[in-house]
Each structure stands twice: as structure tokens, then as C-alpha cells.
């Protein structure tokens, strides 16, 4: 098999992995209350990144504004970004969860238009009124009928963590690797969980399973589709090119709805599927000339082997 085909498989392969890894993380809300699950969940991903950063001995200590900036990451990608995202996903249901946070690249871009004064082109702007009437949809039409889940604004809460998380991490890409800043903005979001889980144990009810395979179940979400499978991400874009990688991004929704229809009996209505293509076509309009530039890229390191 050839390294493109590899990369492609294993780009297919990890977008699978994560539609069906907002599944198990609803199932897993049944037995774990949400920020143990999340703080529980990260650390078991920072310990796997851990033990990758000794094997590889390839880290480099970070400057004082590479730590401001992955503070940023670690505050907004994860500590508000988990809180939000599991404690939503508690009041609302996987596809719902997967279809919201897919709007994550198009926020990003509204962002970086007003922090940043990034130019907004017209297929962005196209893009971005198509991904806020998907949302509108999914989120205002819960079931058949108009009415707003508060599970579905905690939901629209962690996508926007996500999003500013996404404008630290371009600050980092300059000066880091993809794998630096995964590294160490994951383990320092796993530190600032730590408070977060101590609060819900004093304040609220704290669940802790006491059941193997939900810890077992937990361990391969931590380790295998948030820890490695970001590897292999990270692999295929560098093969393949951020844009043709980015078209994988419109799989792990659909995934999700069908896999929690069958697996948590969760029902499918039409305003999902309608507000998820709305979704997913918005990112795939806005992204247009990000999947550009990866053809362009991809062919100009064929040409560059076949010479």
C-alpha cells in the first residue's frame, strides 16, 4: 500500500474512531458525573502523551510566551471547552454534540475576522451563514418541536472553546510542532481540571463507577481516540494536506447519529439531518480554498518525487 492510500485509510479510519468516541463518552455520562469524566479522561491522555514525550526525548522546554499562550490552549481547549462539552452532552445526545462542534472551523473564522482582522472571503461568509442556520435547526428544533435544551447551549459553549483555543494554537504553530503544542497543552488542561473535579465533589454529586469495563471503556477514549489517534491525524495531514484532511472532518457526525441511534437508542429526526448538512456543507464552502492548497501542495510533492 502506498504512503498516500495509508494516509488516506488512516485519516477514514481515525474520523470513524471520533464519531463513534462521542458515543462512548455519552454512554460512559451514564455510569461517571461529567467533570470526573472529563478530568479522569484527560489524564489518562496526558499520561499516554507523557510517556511518548520520554520515549521520544525530542522536547524542548517552552518560552515564557509560548506559556502564555498554551495556557490559552489549555484554559479554553480544555478546561472550559471538557466542562461545557461533557456536562451538554449530559442533557443532549451524541449526533447533536458531533454536529455542533463540527461548526468549530467556521467559528474560528469569525473569530480570527474580529480579534485577529483576518480577511473574510465571500465562500467563508457563505459558508458561515449555511453552518449558523444548521445550528439554528439542530439547537432550536430539539426533536420535532421549537424549544432550546439548556444541553444544547452548554454544547454551543464548549464549540467556542474550541474555536479560541484554535487562535492560541495558531500563535504556537510558529514557533512549535502540532506535537509539542498537543503535548503540552493537553497535560497543563489536565492540571487545570484538577480544581474543576475537586469543585464538583464539594459542591454537586460526584459519580465514580465502580465497574471494569467502564473504566476500561474510558481508557481506550482517553488513550486511543483522543491521545493516538491525534497521531495519526497528524500523520495524514502531513501526507495528504490540511484541506483534503479537513473533508474527513464531515464523516464523524453522521457516524455519530447513526452508531448512539443503534448502540444508546437515541432518536434520529429529520431537523437533525437537515441542520447537519446544512453544517457540514457551511465548513465544506467555507474550506474551499484550504482544499485547494492541499491539492496544490499534494501534487507539488508528487512532482518533487517523481523528479
Not at 462539552?85 to 473564522?109: D, E, R
Not at 500563535?171 to 464538583?200: D, K, R
Not at 460526584?206 to 500523520?235: E, T
Request: glycine share 10%; hydrophobic share 55%; net charge positive.
Amino acid at each position: 500500500m502506498s504512503v498516500q492510500k495509508s494516509a488516506l485509510l488512516g485519516l477514514f479510519g481515525v474520523s470513524l474512531l471520533w464519531g463513534c468516541n462521542y458515543v462512548m463518552s455519552a454512554f460512559l455520562l451514564r455510569a461517571f458525573s461529567p467533570i470526573f469524566l472529563s478530568f479522569a479522561r484527560i489524564s489518562m491522555t496526558s499520561l499516554f502523551l507523557i510517556a511518548v514525550a520520554l520515549k521520544m526525548k525530542g522536547l524542548r522546554r517552552p518560552t515564557k510566551h509560548e506559556w502564555l499562550l498554551l495556557a490559552g490552549v489549555g484554559i479554553f481547549g480544555t478546561l472550559f471547552n471538557q466542562i461545557f462539552y461533557f456536562t451538554g452532552l449530559h442533557q443532549s445526545t451524541a449526533s447533536n454534540a458531533a454536529l455542533i462542534i463540527a461548526m468549530s472551523p467556521v467559528a474560528t473564522t469569525i473569530l480570527e475576522r474580529i480579534f485577529l482582522k483576518v480577511p473574510m472571503t465571500l465562500a467563508k461568509m457563505a459558508g458561515t451563514v449555511c453552518c449558523l442556520a444548521g445550528v439554528f435547526i439542530i439547537v432550536a428544533f430539539a426533536g420535532q418541536s421549537l424549544g432550546i435544551t439548556m444541553g444544547d447551549l452548554y454544547l454551543l459553549f464548549a464549540m467556542l472553546g474550541l474555536s479560541i483555543s484554535l487562535l492560541f494554537i495558531r500563535g504556537l504553530t510558529n514557533s512549535m510542532s502540532s506535537y509539542a503544542v498537543t503535548i503540552f497543552s493537553t497535560i497543563l488542561g489536565s492540571v487545570l481540571m484538577a480544581p474543576a473535579a475537586i469543585g464538583e465533589d464539594l459542591f454537586s454529586h460526584i459519580q465514580i463507577s465502580h465497574s471494569l469495563l467502564a473504566w476500561i471503556l474510558m481508557g481506550i477514549a482517553g488513550i486511543v481516540a483522543q491521545g493516538m489517534a491525534g497521531f495519526w491525524w497528524n500523520r495524514g495531514v502531513a501526507v495528504v494536506g490540511a484541506g483534503t484532511a479537513s473533508m474527513f472532518m464531515n464523516i464523524p457526525p453522521f457516524i455519530a447519529l447513526i452508531v448512539g441511534h443503534y448502540v444508546l437508542g437515541d432518536a434520529i429526526h429529520t431537523t437533525q439531518i437537515i441542520g447537519g448538512i446544512l453544517v457540514l456543507f457551511g465548513v465544506f464552502i467555507a474550506n474551499q480554498s484550504s482544499f485547494g492548497a492541499g491539492n496544490r501542495k499534494l501534487n507539488m510533492n508528487k512532482s518533487a518525487v517523481e523528479s
